[in-house]
């Protein structure tokens, strides 16, 4: 899922702080399981918002509302016939969903209320880590289902290098070095044959070296 | 004469594109800038333009400078990030070379390396800023140099924009100076009438304009242009001479001469000729200019 995380509300309030009319705008999907931007986290970031205006003693009006999701066009329907009570959004979906909301709602500026971060997995309550970068090519078939494109630090495809000590990254003593994990792995699978191949120089043009990317699927397209 | 002194002074400056080689054999090109060194002020040495793997603008500027020749080396956001940009500068400054233009750079899907990453870490904006950052004897870190570099920075503008492009690229152009550009080159144009909206708002008699001047080779090269490239218009009466010529070539030499002696007498700060591949023609274009 894609993994978001709260802005600072002092970042927020300098977005929105000369409109009268806010809607904030929460998603169901990736940013509630993550804790940003669902249900809960509108209506915690709502009433903070509402206790600031009122010390500042501005009249703000702040409505909530959460959508299944703000990246398909059906559920952000749902806010057409109410859109134009408001002079700005606060979106707490991921970038996703706020430049979709943007792109629907032509004249209704639209603020992001959250920092998406990554494509990533929980891996216990309040902690989430990142384990892909959509890099178009999946290769964890030949590296033992861990990827050492999102968790490398050097996104190296024949590694380890110099600077993995003790199972551990340079960067960081506490992060696991990607490639000491995908040797453990395929060592536990008996594959350590695959580790002996040479991976040949990723093509990055399925990654953002080819521009803003599309999948069109004629199967599935109307 | 330097190529900073000349602009200075207000004289005509002459640039010419020249390629450094895909390979290792740089005959050729020193062979070329040397049959009009002199009449010549500086070779713009372009860094891999259309994203095509060659030898770097670095690189060749070295070896034309250890020539003799003056070069403004171009610089991109492409291929580098912070740490390689900063130190390919510094290194070029020591090597001697003291005229630099930065770019964006293509982007590498069109190139001969599509599979390649683009960098762009930074911005053409930040990387001139980094330009005028090293210049003031730190880095992009804040942490004092040994000595400072000191350039003539130049970049791009594309006058042949109209309305609100045309209002963005302005902006633009003018951050650029706040940020210690000196002089602009151009994309390709074939006549002053084709940025005549530019002309309007900048006065290329003081802001330093240096129009491309790029030598036609054929009538199928400048219909594709007129087909294919936004704001490069070859007009048709120049279409229409190469096409009656007896002797085309020697026709599009005659042409990119009298459009430089047009710039000059229009006032414009110099040109940059572009030769792409008939470096061999530059005695003839220039010649008397």
């Known amino acids: 899922?894609?993994?978001?995380?709260?802005?600072?509300?002092?970042?927020?309030?300098?977005?929105?702080?000369?409109?009268?009319?806010?809607?904030?705008?929460g998603c169901n999907e990736c940013v509630t399981v993550c804790e940003a931007g669902g249900k809960k986290e509108v209506e915690i970031l709502a009433s903070a918002l509402r206790m600031y205006f009122l010390n500042q003693s501005k009249d703000v009006k702040i409505d909530?509302?959460?959508?299944?999701?703000?990246?398909?066009?059906?559920y952000l329907e749902e806010i057409r016939n109410t859109v134009e009570n408001y002079d700005s959004i606060l979106s707490l979906a991921c970038g996703v969903g706020v430049q979709f909301t943007a792109e629907k709602y032509h004249s209704t500026p639209v603020f992001p209320g959250v920092n998406t971060c990554f494509l990533g997995a929980t891996e216990e309550r309040g902690v989430w880590v990142e384990r892909c970068q959509a890099?178009?090519?999946?290769?964890?078939?030949?590296?033992?289902?861990?990827?050492?494109?999102?968790?490398?630090?050097?996104?190296?495809?024949?590694?380890?290098?110099?600077?993995?000590?003790?199972?551990?990254?340079?960067?960081?003593?506490?992060?696991?070095c990607a490639w000491q994990l995908i040797i453990d792995r395929l060592k536990a699978l008996g594959k350590l044959d695959e580790y002996e191949k040479i991976t040949p120089i990723k093509d990055w043009s399925t990654d953002r070296a080819g521009g803003p990317r599309k999948v069109i699927r004629e199967d599935v397209k109307q | 004469m330097t190529l900073k002194s000349k602009l200075e002074a207000g004289n005509f400056a002459i640039l010419a594109e020249i390629d450094p080689p895909k390979g290792v054999d740089v005959s050729m090109m020193i062979n070329n800038a040397m049959k009009v060194k002199g009449d010549v002020d500086a070779f713009i040495v372009p860094e891999m333009s259309s994203a095509v793997m060659r030898m770097s603008a670095l690189g060749g500027a070295m070896i034309l400078q250890s020539k003799g020749m003056e070069t403004v080396m171009q610089v991109c956001?492409?291929?580098?990030?912070?740490?390689?940009?900063?130190?390919?500068?510094?290194?070029?400054?020591?090597?001697?070379?003291?005229?630099?233009?930065?770019?964006?750079?293509?982007?590498?899907?069109?190139?001969?390396?599509?599979?390649?990453?683009?960098?762009?870490?930074?911005?053409?904006?930040?990387?001139?800023?980094?330009?005028?950052?090293?210049?003031?004897?730190?880095?992009?870190?804040?942490?004092?140099?040994?000595?400072?570099?000191?350039?003539?920075?130049?970049?791009?503008?594309?006058?042949?924009?109209?309305?609100?492009?045309?209002?963005?690229?302005?902006?633009?152009?003018?951050?650029?100076?706040?940020?210690?550009?000196?002089?602009?080159?151009?994309?390709?144009?074939?006549?002053?009438e084709s940025i005549e909206s530019f002309l309007n708002v900048v006065d290329h008699r003081k802001t330093k304009i240096i129009p491309t001047v790029l030598l036609l080779k054929s009538v199928g090269m400048a219909r594709y242009m007129n087909r294919n490239m936004n704001h490069i218009h070859v007009p048709e009466d120049m279409i229409m001479r190469i096409q009656k010529a007896a002797d085309k070539k020697a026709e599009c030499v005659l042409i990119a001469n009298q459009i430089i002696k047009n710039f000059k007498e229009e006032g414009f700060s110099g040109v940059n000729i572009s030769t792409i591949g008939w470096e061999d023609k530059l005695p003839e274009i220039i010649k008397g200019i």
């Open chain 2, 77 to 192: 956001c492409r291929d580098r990030n912070q740490l390689a940009l900063q130190a390919d500068i510094l290194a070029a400054y020591s090597c001697g070379i003291k005229n630099i233009m930065a770019l964006t750079g293509d982007s590498p899907t069109i190139g001969d390396h599509s599979q390649a990453k683009g960098v762009y870490n930074i911005t053409l904006l930040e990387l001139i800023h980094t330009i005028k950052i090293l210049q003031t004897g730190r880095d992009m870190a804040g942490i004092e140099l040994t000595g400072k570099p000191e350039f003539l920075v130049g970049s791009t503008v594309n006058a042949g924009l109209k309305g609100n492009d045309l209002e963005v690229e302005l902006e633009e152009m003018n951050k650029k100076v706040e940020e210690g550009t000196k002089f602009f080159i151009t994309p390709p144009l074939f006549s002053i």
């Open chain 1, 1 to 25: 899922m894609i993994i978001a995380d709260k802005k600072p509300i002092e970042e927020i309030i300098e977005a929105i702080k000369d409109y009268k009319k806010i809607l904030i705008l």
């Open chain 1, 64 to 74: 909530e509302k959460t959508l299944e999701r703000q990246c398909d066009h059906e």
């Open chain 1, 135 to 176: 890099c178009g090519k999946c290769i964890l078939a030949s590296t033992g289902g861990i990827c050492p494109v999102s968790r490398c630090a050097k996104r190296i495809l024949n590694g380890p290098c110099g600077g993995s000590s003790k199972g551990k990254c340079e960067i960081n003593k506490d992060l696991a």
